[in-house]
């Protein structure tokens, strides 16, 4: 099995590098953490690697906490989102929780076994939601049900009879079927004469 991935956003150095250690003292091996601290480049990082969970800090410069998982929600739907929060932002904690769908918050200053129960939980989550993504994908492999590209393939058929069918050239351009393929009408049948 493919080891989890977990991304740690905060602006702050010293508080990257004691989740960081935190995390590794719990996991070890077990677990792949990147740490980042500017949201931006986070982001970047999201673009190209897939985590199954992120902690992120509410309060950055350039772009707040909330934003950023509002955009690392769009490009990892997936991924399990929690907040490290200051004790004063838990208003903020809630939005995150509202609107970029955060799975829990963590308070600063955190205690290493709460920060561990979080995680937990949240990979374990995370686990689950992709076992259920992949048995869903093999029930339907197994079924060999249309795609719902074929489906509309299907129904454009239907309702027009060789809409679909597309011949291929040598070089890969589409050839046009022939008058005659048309409807079988020839330039007599048309009252030209020859």
Excluded at 37 to 56: M, N, Q, T
Excluded at 160 to 183: C, F, K, N, Q, R
């Amino acid at each position: 099995m493919n080891r989890q991935r977990l991304l740690i956003v905060d602006d702050e150095a010293p508080v990257l590098a004691a989740l960081n250690r935190a995390v590794r003292h719990r996991y070890g091996q077990a677990l792949i953490v990147d740490t980042q601290v500017d949201a931006a480049a986070a982001l970047e990082l999201l673009r190209v690697r897939d985590f199954e969970l992120v902690i992120s800090d509410l309060r950055m410069p350039a772009m707040d906490g909330l934003t950023f998982l509002r955009k690392a929600a769009q490009l990892r739907p997936h991924m399990v989102r929690m907040v490290l929060t200051g004790s004063s932002d838990f208003e903020t904690a809630q939005q995150a929780i509202n609107e970029a769908g955060a799975f829990r918050y963590l308070c600063k200053p955190w205690c290493d076994e709460d920060l561990a129960r979080h995680v937990d939980a949240a990979l374990a989550l995370a686990a689950s939601a992709r076992e259920q993504r992949e048995s869903a994908q093999a029930w339907h492999d197994q079924r060999k049900l249309p795609s719902a590209q074929e489906l509309e393939r299907r129904r454009l058929e239907a309702l027009e009879p060789g809409l679909t069918h597309v011949e291929w050239g040598p070089a890969g351009e589409v050839l046009m079927p022939s008058i005659t393929t048309l409807g079988g009408l020839g330039s007599g049948e048309h009252g030209v004469d020859k």
